[in-house]
């Protein structure tokens, strides 16, 4: 950012609270969406499940956090939303682990649920708890720097998921194997599930560190009485472009490293550089955000960048080689997840800071209906009409998410 703010000298959304976060969320990222995600479609894939069963497991986390959703704004407005960092923040290495430990697939779906239900309350409370840890005018500011963090740990994270099971390998009896087999590695894939789970743990000492945060230690009396009083339809229309924007994020994001090992036939290494290089992009393409939000507007700026995207997406779903398809790849998600950082504040800025959990909570149940859809749905899908075509089913759903900002935002 180019601009500081003139009473301070500091740069507009960072301070000393908001640097001890950013340190959590660069543990937290690294570890859970970046090694542990990268590597669990490869080594369920080692444990010889099929796709049906991959996208079966891939849609679980969904259904748990749609469950979760609505309770979960109750229990935060109760107990604090930093203590529920700290236990979903654990509760997500406990899943984590479980998941590598085993190959009996119950447990591995139990695992799942859990995942679902702790990441669902750690989406759900971050967003109000973030916007306490600084000014309201520098909002867009603070959520593009997290954005920032989050998507180059998830870049580093990626990175590394495809390159830990290699050097996994090479320390345990497997022959001295070069390049990683799936159905021969499984071993090397758990050992760096369990190193991800391990570091999902210590993301929690910054939060520790932080300490309190004013008017967040929770309120025995916030009950469903407050419930009542919520603007339910406000809400619901507010949230609605969460709903679009899980079922285009379900399409891709669990299967981009199958989609690119599949199309293109490259090494799980190199599906990892190429996610980590996705994710990098994601997290520079919104520190533009604030520019764009003062020419177009939060919302007039997320429905144009939106339209790009899904053009982008076409032209992913339409390459043949893989330069041209990553360079489309980059371009398509790193426009699209401008969304989380413009429509966060968006969401919290348009009301009264007693129903933003509740918000926040519905946001993530919208979210989690619609990527539940996806996930469960894509075993089928590609079996009837392939990757291409799902990418230009993505672009659809994309122009829609678009189309559903300008929309509800002009009845805000």
Not at 343 to 352: C, E, K, N, V, Y
Request: aromatic fraction near 10%.
């Amino acid at each position: 950012m180019k601009y500081r703010s003139k009473r301070s000298g500091r740069v507009p959304g960072l301070n000393g609270r908001v640097l001890l976060f950013l340190c959590h969320s660069l543990l937290f990222h690294i570890a859970l969406l970046g090694i542990a995600d990268i590597l669990l479609n490869f080594y369920l894939v080692s444990i010889e499940y099929d796709t049906a069963t991959i996208s079966l497991l891939q849609s679980l986390p969904r259904l748990s956090g749609f469950l979760i959703g609505l309770p979960i704004g109750l229990i935060a407005n109760r107990v604090g939303n930093r203590r529920l960092i700290l236990l979903s923040t654990a509760g997500l290495a406990l899943s984590v682990a479980t998941t590598a430990l085993t190959e009996n697939l119950p447990i591995i779906a139990a695992s799942r649920f859990l995942w679902g239900a702790c990441f669902g309350a750690n989406q759900v409370v971050k967003p109000p708890f973030m916007v306490r840890l600084t000014d309201r005018s520098e909002h867009t500011a603070q959520f593009s720097y997290h954005n920032l963090v989050a998507m180059c740990a998830v870049a580093i994270g990626s990175v590394l998921g495809g390159l830990l099971p290699l050097v996994m390998s090479q320390a345990l009896p497997i022959a001295g194997t070069v390049e990683l087999r799936p159905e021969e590695m499984p071993m090397a894939y758990r050992i760096s599930i369990i190193c991800a789970a391990i570091l999902l743990l210590l993301s929690n000492l910054p939060i520790l560190a932080l300490g309190s945060v004013a008017a967040d230690e929770g309120d025995a009396r916030a009950g469903f009485g407050m419930w009542r009083s919520t603007p339910w339809r406000r809400v619901l229309r507010l949230t609605f472009p969460l709903f679009v924007f899980g079922i285009s994020g379900g399409l891709t994001f669990p299967f981009f490293n199958l989609i690119f090992r599949e199309l293109f036939g490259i090494a799980d290494s190199a599906v990892g550089s190429v996610i980590g290089l996705g994710w990098l992009v994601m997290g520079l393409m919104p520190l533009l955000n604030p520019a764009w939000e003062a020419r177009l507007g939060r919302a007039g700026a997320l429905t144009a960048l939106m339209l790009i995207s899904a053009a982008a997406f076409v032209g992913f779903s339409l390459s043949q080689g893989l330069a041209i398809a990553v360079a489309f790849y980059v371009l398509a998600i790193g426009l699209r997840n401008t969304m989380q950082p413009l429509f966060q504040p968006l969401l919290m800025d348009s009301l009264d800071v007693t129903y933003r959990n509740v918000a926040s909570s519905v946001g993530l149940v919208m979210w989690n209906i619609g990527w539940f859809i996806s996930t469960f749905s894509f075993g089928r899908l590609q079996s009837a009409i392939g990757y291409r075509n799902i990418m230009l089913l993505v672009a659809v759903f994309v122009v829609l998410n678009g189309l559903s900002i300008h929309i509800t935002a002009r009845r805000r």
